[in-house]
């Protein structure tokens, strides 16, 4: 699977962003995915993830309330509405996915075998 992130800019504190990531291949709907984001000289931080099916979510407690991950199975396409943006969320935002075997829908990285490159979300304050 090849993901492929966009949606990424300059955004002003309190504003939103959408992000999607366009994956490749027919088996997107057999894929857990999620978002992961990291700045420099920080590990990779753990966003949100949404099931095969998107029937179970999870969020990193930074970004409950704000932010929304959701899949559209039939455009092989995840999102991340990001609102109430903040400074701290500046980041490198990375679109994730893993086979959907298991239950596992956590933030350890190594558990998701496929990355896409990047976007730069930027919230100035």
């Known amino acids: 699977v090849q993901l492929q992130a966009s949606g990424g800019g300059l955004v002003q504190a309190g504003g939103s962003l959408r992000l999607s990531c366009a994956a490749s291949g027919r088996t997107f709907s057999n894929n857990d995915m999620g978002w992961f984001r990291q700045t420099p000289g920080k590990e990779r931080e753990f966003v949100a993830v949404?099931?095969?099916?998107?029937?179970?979510?999870s969020y990193a407690e930074s970004v409950k309330g704000r932010f929304t991950i959701s899949r559209d199975n039939g455009k092989n396409t995840v999102y991340l509405q990001m609102n109430s943006l903040k400074a701290e969320d500046t980041a490198v935002y990375y679109c994730?996915?893993?086979?959907?075997?298991?239950?596992?829908?956590?933030?350890?990285?190594?558990?998701?075998?496929?990355w896409g490159q990047g976007t730069q979300v930027t919230v100035s304050s």
């Open positions: 994730v996915g893993r086979r959907a075997i298991g239950d596992y829908l956590g933030p350890d990285p190594s558990r998701y075998a496929f």
């Open positions: 949404i099931n095969w099916n998107g029937a179970r979510l």
